[in-house]
């Protein structure tokens, strides 16, 4: 996903008047005054210095603990009070406007074990006992405005803050963890529309004839006081109806931050077809023939593949199709386009697959709210784009113009989590979406592919009062991760959610399940999982694997999980709870991204200031570029070796304990060896590694390779390079990633996040005579132009853009390795022993030629004609031998894939008696044994 937004900070507290201007002048008068000094006076505190009712420092995290953020005094008291009509205040140390209030005792100690466990964040702070609350007075105060009171011997209040109280709605409605949520639908066609809002006053559900309808009719809503959910049972005639909530609710954010009880005209969370723009849901049955698209019924889906053995082709659902002249024009950009199986783009997805691919992953396609969603609410860039210099500024400037209104962003902004987005549909007005998702879904797998769901449950697109924001105005203050002061935290980029909160965890279960069953997604790549808690994904898994064919029309185990494990912001090395960070996710099967390996092929990081920071695959010290970035030769061949090992291990599936010699010479395993400070290798199987050179965050590969590789490398060379840095993910255990159009040598311009850049900048073309999208223009200043400098002259070399040839190139060596994996056990190992007991680094050690790796796999009583499998990675300039003890007196040849391909250099690569392999320069080289 994108890179976080700069955060603005909270506004700081209003207080009374200062103390720390007199203790400042005081402190200076000391050294004058020496001892008569102790006699001044203490400064007074101010009267309320201690309060503030914005804030919420407490926390209520079960029905009879509250969490105090202090020390406490056992000369003053605690209150929990409540405040029906939200006008707590305090003034001249005196409390006005609490309806009830409870005495608070201390609990000597402090939280229990048990509870420091739950909120590991909190273990520091003071406990206080409510004692025993009745459940109606319990439930009223959890509907008003809430805070701690601190009061002196003389009834002074001299602390106050408010409470987050996600804690104890967790334990007072944890039944509603069972419960229906949305619309649901029984035999006769008749639905039930729930809701959980167990703070909320007062909730009605209105009723909208259609979607233009101005005035709803209202219906009451009974509330389950166990569970806090409300309900209304509908008449068969409300199918095709759009609804709203009307929710009354105490909301912090409202008045400024000051709290309010507001009347909240909101969407269902649990919605499953929208309005446009999404103002309104939808109430349709999913279980709705009219809702099924011709053979939905009986559907023909690849074959599961296993994580091992998976390829994943990383495409965005606009991007397919908008620059597509084979695509009727009102269906570019959209589900619909791929349903055209005459289409360039779907005929290149069908060919994908024919050389071995898997899966489609889509960026995110449910309900997002960054794109307007009705076309004539959109504008594209004014200028002419094509016209101006392949370096200008000119063509970010105008694309800037236009970039909160046009049709494209990546669609990292949840609105609603389990609706179609309504952009990508040729009517967003209600069901249409439903149709052309699962038509969609149906034709890629009439292709031969299976399908991914980027999915974004660590965030929302907004929060609080605003106006798209939905799950806290349902539920204020519940859904989202707080920080201490009760602001939302966004280290994401956007406000946080909280899935280890009850019902944020079970709404990504529900959702996620809602698309694997009604819509036959098969797997889920989980943005940001880091920020979900480890049992979060468990408990998402063992959902899916309870689906059947039998019962629900889908194999739920042979769905596929892997996310972006990283480990940042507020909850980073388990502060809150255990994460789905990579090392956490060991052992669960559930895959995490390889940054590992990605960095060692590439170099550097993402974030580096000299883009011109070469790797393994991008010429360091065999082939340098000159940047002073790099160091000196020795620095860069330590670097090398060291990025060698990663890329070793990356090849293993990134596998914790694999044991190989490392380039210095000593046996090592994937853990010892170093990444940033941090273990390399962290899986404990090959297949929970997803391996990958590029995706649609930082450069793409070739953009990456522009900056990193010496300016004058050829064009052929480029694309030797590209398929080599390829072949490190091709060609490893685990799953294989690829960024759409990677094999076509894709470029952004040198954008390194065009979540934001519109069309022009993200364009994907499938026609080959419109190039590679090369040197379009400078990236948009907006996250690039600190790298203009190193840009410019590289987007004004005519050298540097693909043609033709050079692009089929690259098409044609991706398919071959494709080809190659497909039909070659060796690379898709299913566990770490079999990794172990098989793949080895026979030239590896102290002596081993800087640029170059060998990988070798006994292939022997696996499926298949051979006993053994070698691939050499020359990353250098020159041609290199290698030779390998164990294909001594073998007959080795080059694979056969390799032995017909059209690349004359690779067909050079050769294999004598003596188990010498020899391997033209910038080529990887497979060799069968057999």
Known sequence: ??????????????????????????????????????????????????????????????????????????????????????????????????????????????????????????????????????????????????????????????????????GVLDDVYAAAAEADLGAVWDAGGRPTVSLWAPTARSVTLELYEDSADDTPRTVRMRRDHRTGVWSARGRADWAGSFYTFGVRVFSPAADGGRGAVVDNRVTDPYSVSLSTDSARSHLVDLADPDLAPEGWSDPVKPAAVSPEAASVYELHVRDHSVSDDTVPAGLRGTFAAFARSDSAG???????????????????????????EDPADRAEPACDLASSAPESEEQQACVAEVRGRDAFNWGYDPYHYTVP????????DGAARVTEFRRMVGGLNGAGL???????????????????????????????????????????????????????????????????????VDGFRFDLM???????????????????????????????????????????????????????????????????????????????????VQGFGSGLYTDPNGSPANGTAEEQLARLLNYQDLVKVGLTGNLRDYR?????????????????????????????????????????????????????????????????????????????FVHAGTERLRSKSLDRNSYDSGDWFNRLSWDCADGNNFGVGLPPAWDNEDKWVHARPLLADPALVADCAAIE??????????????????????????????????????????????MHVDTTGLEGEWSSVTVVFNATPGTVEQDVDALAGADVRLHPVQAESADEVVREASADAAGTLTVPPRTVAVFVAG
Request: with cysteine.
């Open 530 to 612: 880091g920020h979900h808690p480890k049992q979060n994904m468990l408990d998402l898994r063992a959902a899916l694997d309870e689906l059947t064919p039998e019962e629900d029309g889908v194999d739920g185990s042979a769905i596929l999980l892997y996310g972006e494990g990283w480990n940042f912001g507020e909850v980073a090395d388990d502060a809150r709870f255990e994460q789905a960070t990579q090392a956490n996710m060991a052992g669960t099967g559930i895959g995490t991204f390889n940054d590992r390996l990605r960095d060692g092929v590439r170099g550097g990081g993402p974030f580096d200031a000299d883009p011109g």
């Open 1 to 166: 996903m994108r890179p976080p937004h700069a955060r603005s900070e909270r506004p700081p507290s209003r207080r009374g008047p200062s103390a720390s201007a007199g203790l400042a002048a005081a402190a200076l008068l000391l050294p004058l005054l020496g001892a008569t000094a102790a006699a001044l006076p203490a400064e007074p505190a101010a009267p309320d210095a201690g309060v503030d009712l914005t804030e919420q420092r407490a926390h209520w995290i079960d029905r009879s603990t509250v969490l105090w953020p202090g020390d406490l005094d056992p000369d003053r008291t605690y209150t929990l009070v409540s405040s029906e009509d939200a006008d707590l205040a305090v003034s001249g140390g005196e409390l006005d406007g609490a309806s009830t209030s409870v005495r608070l005792t201390a609990v000597p100690g402090g939280p229990t074990g048990e509870q420091r466990a739950a909120w590991p964040h909190l273990a520091e702070l003071s406990a206080l006992e409510t004692g025993r609350i009745n459940g109606p007075r319990l439930r009223e105060a959890l509907t008003g405005q809430l805070a701690v009171v601190e009061r002196d011997g003389d009834g002074t209040v001299t602390g106050a803050t408010g409470v987050q109280i996600p």
């Open 450 to 520: 299976r399908v991914v769901m980027d999915v974004v449950y660590n965030h929302t697109h907004q929060a609080g009062q605003d106006e798209q924001s939905v799950l806290d105005r349902v539920v204020p203050g519940y859904y989202h991760r707080l920080e201490a002061d009760g602001g939302v935290a966004t280290s994401t980029c956007c406000p946080n959610t909280a899935p280890e909160h009850l019902m944020m965890g079970k709404l990504v279960v529900d959702s996620v399940v809602t698309w694997a069953r009604e819509y036959r």
């Open 346 to 372: 779907m005929r290149e997805l069908a060919a994908l697959a024919e050389d071995g691919l898997d899966y489609v992953h889509l960026l995110p396609a449910f309900d997002i709210g960054s794109v307007p």
């Open 660 to 736: 190989f010699t490392a380039s210095s010479g000593e046996e090592t395993t994937g853990a010892r060896v170093d990444y940033n400070g941090a273990p390399a290798g962290y899986t404990l199987d090959p297949g929970e590694a997803v391996t990958y050179v590029d995706a649609h965050d930082n450069e793409t590969l070739y953009d990456a390779l522009a900056y990193k590789l010496p300016r004058d490398t050829p064009m052929d060379d480029r694309v030797r390079m590209q398929a080599l840095s390829l072949g490190t993910a091709v060609f490893g255990q685990g799953t294989v």
């Open 421 to 428: 987005e309504g952009s990508y549909s040729t009517d967003p």
């Open 809 to 854: 190139d690259g098409r044609e060596r991706f398919g071959e390795m494709l080809r190659i994996r497909e039909s070659t056990p060796a690379f898709a190992l299913g566990t770490a022993e079999e990794v172990q007991a098989r793949v080895s680094f026979p030239t590896s050690g102290a002596d081993e030629l800087p640029g170059v790796i060998t």
